[in-house]
């Protein structure tokens, strides 16, 4: 387990360290200089990390399948899920919502985020692939994940991974929107959310024999539609709903061995 714990230890220190100069003054250091997106410069420490730790621990021979895996395109049916059914579950809120409280019945928000509202839904998609997909996700899918389902079935590596992923974004609390603000019922429903989409993103993750490109894709797309312009905060909650039942739905289906059809995806260490 060292090289797990090598991992998490040295994209916690790469992520916190870029985004010092953003909670530099909650904790009493003053205020230092920041960057452009410079939050987003900070979700490429678990795959930095990742890349470190594979080529260190793994040599060269793994470092360049792991930079395969993030263009490995296997089986466009979960490429198609993967970008559309965050949107769609968006959709369903939203008419839940309407017929259940009352809200207007509009979909032209999900084309408008609140955070980068310079960018309309392309640029936005690509901002989150870049950054938060890719950036996340060859570290906890790309190096973590299989390397706990070496020692445990599929469903407990997704909930220890759970953990880890909600350790990174400690410091987060302390500068971010959002977070700074969250009560004690907001941070319960934030970790299900963790859980649940690490529950979805490795069903995607072994059920696509580890491509990395669909794990980011969906990760670059589930953000959207909470982020997005909606009449009203109860369309989150449903949509927050929905993806749970499809989290539980996976479990029930795919079983906690794999979560998947196919066999769990677990990396064999390659040396140079």
Known sequence: MKPIAT???????????????LYSEAIGIGKLPTLPYHHALGGFGPMIASLICTAFFDGRQALAALIKQCFTLRYISYV?????????????????S???????????????NKEMAQMSLIPFFLYNLL??????EVGWRGFALPRLQQHMNALSASMLLTVFWALWHVSLFLYRPGYVTMDAAGAFGWILSLATGSVLLTWFYNSTRGSLLVCA???????IPFLSDLPSTE??????????????????????????????????????
């Open 7 to 21: 991992y998490f230890v040295t994209a916690y220190v790469i992520s916190w360290t870029i985004w010092l100069p």
């Open 80 to 96: 198609l899920l993967a970008l559309t059914s965050p949107f769609i579950i968006a959709g369903i809120a939203t008419i839940i």
């Open 98 to 112: 309407h017929y259940a409280n009352g809200t207007e019945m509009v979909f032209n928000g999900l084309t408008k």
């Open 131 to 136: 950054f938060f997909g890719f950036g996340e």
């Open 217 to 223: 894709i969906l990760h670059a797309t589930i953000d």
């Open 235 to 272: 369309i989150n909650s449903y949509m927050g709903m929905l993806i749970t039942l499809w989290g539980i739905a996976t479990i029930i289906i795919f079983k906690p061995k794999n979560l998947s059809r196919e066999a769990k995806y677990v990396a064999e260490p390659k040396t140079s």
